[in-house]
């Protein structure tokens, strides 16, 4: 699972509209859970990749108010591994990057939180 920060100035359903039409994604789904910050979070799923969108209770949330998760989805019948999880991801932080007028931030794969810019080349990688 890979995760994405940034700040918009809106509500969780707002930004949800914004962040999925950023992305082409015209179909996502609402839903509760106890586990997400407000209990509310909006997902879409595409190339076996769930993209989730939640207030942000993990690191950070003092820097950082929304969270996307992008992971596989389990319920998918398509096929996805941690490698197609971090190559989606690094397409969905350059969409935000071009999209929104917001810094975006993520976790490398040492766990450390850097600034998406455009001299980012590849943001999660591989090694």
Same mark, same amino acid.
């Given at each position: ?22 992305? =082409?994604?015209?179909?996502?789904? #609402? $839903?509760? !859970?106890?586990?997400?910050? &407000?209990?509310?979070? /909006?997902?879409? %799923?595409?190339? =076996?990749?769930?993209?989730?969108? #939640? $207030?942000? !209770?993990?690191?950070?949330? &003092?820097?950082?108010? /929304?969270?996307? %998760? ?58």
């Amino acid at each position: 699972m890979k995760q994405i920060f940034f700040n918009m100035p809106h509500s969780i359903d707002k930004v949800a509209k914004i962040i999925f039409d950023s992305l =082409g994604l015209n179909s996502f789904e #609402e $839903g509760d !859970s106890s586990h997400v910050k &407000d209990g509310i979070y /909006y997902a879409s %799923s595409v190339f =076996g990749i769930k993209v989730q969108l #939640e $207030g942000n !209770s993990y690191d950070y949330d &003092d820097q950082y108010s /929304y969270m996307l %998760s992008i992971k596989q989805d389990v319920l998918s019948a398509v096929y996805s591994d941690d490698l197609i999880v971090a190559e989606i991801a690094n397409v969905i932080i350059r969409l935000l990057r071009e999209a929104l007028e917001t810094e975006i931030a993520y976790e490398d794969n040492s766990n450390t939180l850097r600034l998406y810019s455009d001299l980012t080349v590849k943001a999660f990688g591989t090694n």
